[in-house]
C-alpha cells in the first residue's frame, strides 16, 4: 500500500521502511522507522462471525488446517483451497493438515492480507527507537527517537499533541538533545510517563504539572551507560525499572504522588487526546 507523501521513490513501486520499533493495539500496528517516518497500519475489520469455512469435494481438512481457513474472507478461502486441491492432486493427497497449506506455497497475501489504511504521522528527525501506548487511554501514545525528543501523540491526527527535548549535553552554541531509547507509561498514573537514552539520566513527566520539563530525573550510578529500556511496575506501583547498555538493572521507588492516582486525571487526560492544537 502507498504511503501517502511523496518520499522519491520509484512511481508505482511500494516504499521500503526499516522497521526499528513497533506497538500492537486492538486494531492497529503503530511502526517507527529508521529514517524517522512513523506509520499506523490498521488491521481488516471482517470477521468471520459464523465461525464455519468453506468445503472441498475432494480434501478433507484437520482441525489445525480449518483454524486457518476460519480466519480467512470467504474469497481468500475459496482461491487457497483451490490451490490445494491442484497441490494436493499431484501428490494424491486427500487429507491436508496445517504444514500441508504453507508447504503447498500459496499466495500468502491470502492467508495474511495487507493492511486496510495506512496512516502517516509527523516524522522524528532519525531513528525512532521506542513507542510507548497509553493503558488508560485506546488513542494516545508516545514515540521517542535519537533526536533527543519525545512526542505525545493522537492515533486520530497527524500532527504531535506535545512535544519536547530530552536531556540536554553541554552549554551555549554547544548544547544538543541527548539521543532516546527508550519510554514507558504509567500504570498507576493516566498523566504520568518516563523517557530515557544516553547520559544514563531517566525523567519522569506528569501532565498534570506541565508536558515539556521533567517533575523528576532519576541518575544511574557511577558510569553513564545508555538506557535501553524502563518499565513501571504494574503491580506494585511505586516501583520503576530500567534497564542500561552494561547489562545492569536499576530499580527506584517513586514518590507517592508519582504512584498514587490524583483526582481529574482522566479528564484531564482525555482533554489531551481531544486537543487538535500543539500542547506546550
Known amino acids: 500500500m502507498s504511503i501517502s507523501r511523496n518520499m522519491g521513490l520509484t512511481p508505482g513501486r511500494p516504499p521500503v521502511v526499516g522497521g526499528t520499533t513497533l506497538a500492537v493495539t486492538q486494531s492497529s500496528i503503530i511502526i517507527g522507522s529508521i529514517g524517522g517516518l512513523l506509520l499506523r497500519c490498521s488491521a481488516s475489520t471482517w470477521r468471520n ?8 469435494s475432494t480434501l478433507r481438512f484437520e482441525q489445525d488446517a480449518t483454524e486457518i481457513l476460519h480466519q480467512l474472507h470467504p474469497q481468500a478461502q475459496k482461491k487457497l483451497i483451490r490451490h490445494l486441491e491442484i497441490w494436493a492432486a499431484s501428490g494424491r493427497k486427500k ?29 522524528h528527525v532519525g531513528p525512532i ?3 510507548a501506548t497509553s493503558p488508560f487511554h485506546r488513542n494516545l501514545f508516545l514515540t521517542v527517537g ?10 486520530l491526527q497527524s500532527p504531535a499533541l506535545s512535544y519536547s527535548t530530552g536531556v540536554i549535553n553541554g552549554v ?17 498514573r493516566p498523566l504520568v510517563f518516563a523517557v530515557a537514552g544516553d547520559e544514563g539520566v531517566v525523567q519522569i ?8 520539563r521533567p517533575v ?32 545492569h538493572v536499576h530499580l527506584w521507588q517513586l514518590s ?18 481531544e486537543s487538535d492544537t500543539l500542547i506546550h
Open 129 to 131: 527507537t521506542a513507542i
Open 49 to 56: 462471525e459464523d465461525n464455519t469455512a468453506q468445503s472441498s
Open 95 to 123: 487429507y491436508i493438515n496445517a504444514r500441508d497449506i504453507f508447504t503447498s506455497k500459496p499466495n500468502f497475501d491470502l492467508i495474511f492480507p495487507s493492511f486496510e489504511a495506512i496512516t502517516e504521522f509527523e516524522p
Open 205 to 212: 513527566y506528569d501532565l498534570r504539572a506541565q508536558s515539556t
Open 256 to 273: 507517592w504522588g508519582l504512584s498514587n492516582p490524583v483526582p481529574l486525571e482522566h479528564e484531564i487526560l482525555q482533554a489531551y487526546a
Open 172 to 188: 551555549g552554541r554547544d548544547c544538543a538533545p541527548v539521543p532516546l531509547y527508550a519510554a514507558d507509561w504509567s500504570k498507576a
Open 146 to 155: 535519537v533526536d533527543g525528543s519525545f512526542k505525545l501523540r493522537s492515533a
Open 216 to 247: 523528576a530525573e532519576l541518575k544511574l550510578p557511577g558510569e553513564t551507560p545508555r538506557v535501553l529500556s524502563i518499565e513501571f511496575n504494574p503491580k506494585m506501583r511505586e516501583f520503576i525499572a530500567c534497564g542500561d547498555s552494561s547489562g
